[in-house]
């Protein structure tokens, strides 16, 4: 790509040069041999949903405007966008369900791996789910918390709406969500009713269809909010962490291995007897024994409990074997490239599979359980030293970049931080600097990379911005992954970007918290799961102001995003009230009717709506005025 760059990581500017000297293939070279891209698919008015098809609409009004059976281009734009949010839903809550089902078999007395590190957390879960744990024994705690997030999964009655859901946002937003029949009584039952409604001679009305599809990003995120809360639980709740970020993390004297995915399932245990087989490792001649690593959002749950540096974010997850330092890349499910199998073929790393239903030809399989996640963890690990032995030292080539990042801001520690400021009112704090202007808002960066975007890029710009315009700033999952390797978590950070009174506050909250300087210029909220404990903040300050979110100053970015979960995110940040940016264009233009829902009419029903801004600048400028209208509603 000779007149585009494609990262703005150094990291990844060092190796793509070496991997096209070896005739290697990454994202970046599949990404332009397949330029031009499909018009029809880009606008999103090609079906392939029945097979008197394929049909595609033409956008100039000059070919066919309906399908053979008669759909016609907002019908397909909204069925193609709704299937997107049902399958992100899927994966959320498919993730959650495991980690709920793990919860009951811990309760169960089953699943000896496992065990719940923050009784505290279970506790407050259970009394958020009103289940009275006072005097109840921690197991059987454990049981009926797993069993009333199960509930979520399996409840018939429509008008009771998933207890999740209902428990974690404001009493008016549920009832507007109520209202408007968008509330999700049963993950499941919402996404099959998506994949019914969307099949060939159903629903047939755009604006009913995406109504449908809010009810599944709303299943998303009672999926992801219970994957989060009860992840916390069992693996303990994440507090702030010191650690390092991006390729220069891998260390030539170590057995490399990383873990990515997204299931903190399996990742918790391969770290856990990592530490027990350094000996191993050493005998196999790695000095510096075993050095786990994370990618993408299993990276993220990792680094935030237990400071496991994170190598790359996703559209650089081929890079870290390109390496060739890399022993073993351990995946479980979700933004896993198949190309990584093809890459490792030039090198000795194993490219490890682990769950039944994800398998990438070309892998070694070793199927994960919770009954035996110890043994599993061993094999594994046995086979990252293995591999250790082969590896070429000639082919080595560790980029020497690497930044300081600063992670771990659940909910409960940005609370306790500000409780050092106010310990009988720790919102408080907050609160009024949001009030006097001197913090103008909050920012939620999420998502993914993708190569319609230089890497990283729309990430930082916007981010830099926001900071000059005093807006203070979580991120999540791939965006946190860009902050965290580009320095932007790092107390200097806020020193180098902050505006003056952005600046004062976080050096005040910071000094407070005995951190010897301000908190990181943005805080690391976790993986894409963890969006939920940005809203947990943001529904803590709306009670407290005694506002429904719709009215906060509050704004969210996927900058980069590409995946189907994402879409799902972002619509039920929108469902939520919030104003949403995305900076590459989503496949939906060519229906006037979904674009004019999504980015006005949303605005009018939900209060949130979304922002399609692919210039970083203009997106910053955007957002700011968005948090601009919102103080004025407020009257601040
Ligand atoms: Ni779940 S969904 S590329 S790893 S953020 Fe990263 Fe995050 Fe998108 Fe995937
Ligand atoms: Fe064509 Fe209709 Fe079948 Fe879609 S559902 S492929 S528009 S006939």
Redesign the pocket.
């Known amino acids: 790509m000779s007149n585009w760059k494609n990262s703005v990581d150094p990291a990844v500017d060092y190796l793509l040069p070496l991997a096209k000297k070896a005739g290697i293939e990454t994202t970046w070279d599949r990404y332009e041999a397949m330029q031009p891209q499909c018009g029809f698919g880009e606008l999103g008015v090609c079906c392939r949903i029945c097979w008197k098809g394929p049909c595609r609409i033409d956008p100039f009004g000059n070919g066919p405007q309906r399908g053979v059976c008669g759909a016609d281009a907002h019908t397909i734009v909204a069925r193609n966008l709704i299937r997107m949010m049902a399958a992100g839903a899927a994966a959320h809550s498919d993730h959650g369900r495991h980690i709920a089902l793990t919860l009951l078999e811990v309760g169960e007395g089953h699943a000896p791996a496992y065990r719940i590190k923050d009784e505290q957390k279970l506790r407050n879960i259970a009394e958020k789910l009103n289940l009275a744990p006072a005097g109840k024994d921690l197991r059987q705690v454990a049981k009926e918390v797993a069993l009333a997030s199960l509930e979520d999964y399996s409840r018939q009655k429509r008008s009771i709406p998933c207890n999740w859901a209902k428990a974690t946002l404001t009493a008016e937003r549920v009832d507007k969500l109520i209202e408007l029949g968008v509330m999700p009584h049963n993950i499941d039952a919402v996404i099959a009713e998506i994949m019914h409604r969307t099949h060939v001679g159903c629903d047939a009305d755009a604006v009913n269809l995406l109504l449908g599809g809010i009810k599944g990003a709303l299943a998303d995120y009672t999926g992801m909010c219970l994957s989060t809360e009860l992840s916390d639980a069992l693996f303990g709740t994440p507090e702030p962490v010191v650690t390092q970020a991006n390729l220069g993390v891998l260390k030539e004297d170590a057995v490399n291995i990383a873990v990515h995915?997204?299931n903190p399932l399996l990742s918790e245990i391969i770290c856990d007897v990592a530490l027990k087989m350094n000996e191993e490792a050493r005998k196999a001649g790695a000095k510096e024994g075993i050095n786990v690593v994370g990618i993408?959002?299993t990276g993220?749950e990792v680094m935030m409990r237990r400071g496991i540096p994170l190598a790359t974010?996703?559209?650089s997850q081929e890079l870290a074997i390109i390496t060739g330092a890399l022993d073993a890349m351990v995946v479980d499910v979700?933004?896993i490239m198949p190309a990584l199998t093809s890459v490792a073929e030039c090198f000795h790393t194993e490219i490890i599979t682990t769950m039944a239903e994800n398998k990438i030809t070309g892998a070694t399989h070793i199927e994960f359980r919770e009954d035996s996640a110890v043994e599993s963890a061993q094999k594994i690990v046995e086979l990252a030293i293995e591999a250790f032995k082969k590896r070429d030292k000639r082919k080595v080539n560790i980029p020497d970049y690497k930044q300081t990042a600063i992670a771990g801001f659940s909910a409960e520690a940005i609370m306790a931080v500000l409780s050092k400021i106010d310990a009988k009112d720790p919102l408080k704090p907050l609160i009024d600097n949001i009030v006097n202007g001197n913090i103008q808002g909050i920012a939620l960066f999420?998502?993914?990379?993708n190569p319609r975007a230089i890497q990283d890029n729309n990430f930082i710009t916007i981010a830099k911005e926001l900071a000059k315009n005093n807006v203070l700033m979580l991120a999540?999952?791939?965006?946190a992954?860009t902050f965290a390797k580009t320095g932007l978590m790092t107390q200097e950070a806020t020193e180098a970007y902050a505006g003056e009174s952005l600046k004062a506050v976080l050096t005040a909250i910071g000094k407070a918290a005995g951190l010897n300087g301000p908190l990181p210029l943005v805080l690391h909220m976790g993986?894409?799961?963890d969006n939920s404990r940005a809203v947990s903040v943001a529904v803590a300050i709306a009670n407290k102001l005694g506002v429904d979110l719709d009215k906060l100053p509050l704004v969210a970015s996927a900058p980069e995003?590409?995946?189907e979960?994402?879409v799902a995110i972002g619509t039920w940040a929108v469902a939520l009230g919030i104003p949403t940016h995305i900076g590459i264009v989503p496949q939906i233009m060519g229906s006037s009717v979904v674009v004019e829902f999504l980015t006005e009419k949303a605005k009018d029903l939900l209060g949130g709506y979304f922002i399609v801004e692919t210039n970083p600048e203009q997106a910053a400028a955007k957002l700011v005025a968005a948090i601009k209208e919102r103080r004025k509603g407020l009257g601040i």
Do not use: D
């Open positions: 995915g997204h993408c959002c993220n974010n996703y559209l979700q933004c999420a998502g993914c990379n999540t999952g791939c965006g992954g993986s894409c799961v995003f590409m995946s979960k994402a």
